[in-house]
């Protein structure tokens, strides 16, 4: 039922790629996992029933490889704050209220077409590549591939306020690099 295993790289290898990198933000690990999910499906391309596209199947598969890599290197690495994160309210907040240079501003435009232009998701990419990685696993698990708190916490070896937390710094430390780097004056004029 699926197309000849041997034209898969080509199909599919940049999709698969583009999208594992948007997550490990390390070129090597994003190969490394397109690997492995070619090599899943074609060890298990006799079950594929055509129920959905071969793109499809393959980036579910792609997902739970992913999301073995997030349990095991939530197993090996603690995700204790660094002294980057250890007190990132500081930086935006003075006692109760923001900083004047730090308060939220309007970045104009549409998000939703800002999100889904390649410029937003370069953008995103580096500001994801400047966070820690427990804070940028974090983000990426609830944010963007959406799971439920409870899911995301699991997996992360972390509990829900931990993961709270965390994404507290993620989107905090990711407004401001945003700001700084996509949507600052000079760069939307």
Avoid at 22 to 28: H, I
């Amino acid at each position: 039922m699926t197309s000849d295993p041997s034209g898969w790289v080509d199909a599919y290898g940049d999709r698969l790629f583009r999208y594992a990198l948007s997550r490990v933000r390390d070129e090597g690990a994003a190969e490394d996992l397109v690997q492995e999910t070619l090599l899943a499906a074609f060890e298990s391309r006799d079950r594929f029933k055509g129920e959905s596209s071969e793109l499809t199947w393959m980036t579910g598969i792609l997902r739970n490889k992913l999301f073995e890599l997030y349990r095991r290197q939530a197993r090996e690495v603690p995700l204790l704050p660094s002294d980057e994160d250890a007190d990132p309210q500081s930086e935006f907040f003075d006692a109760r209220h923001w900083k004047a240079d730090s308060a939220p501003r309007d970045w104009g435009g549409e998000p939703a077409r800002s999100a889904e232009s390649a410029e937003f998701a370069a953008a995103l990419r580096r500001c994801l590549d400047a966070l820690s990685a427990g804070v940028a696993r974090a983000f990426v698990l609830r944010e963007m591939e959406g799971f439920e708190p409870d899911a995301a916490a699991e997996t992360l070896g972390v509990s829900r306020g931990h993961l709270a937390v965390l994404l507290y710094r993620a989107r905090l430390r990711l407004r401001r690099c945003l700001e700084k780097s996509h949507f600052a004056p000079e760069a939307a004029g």
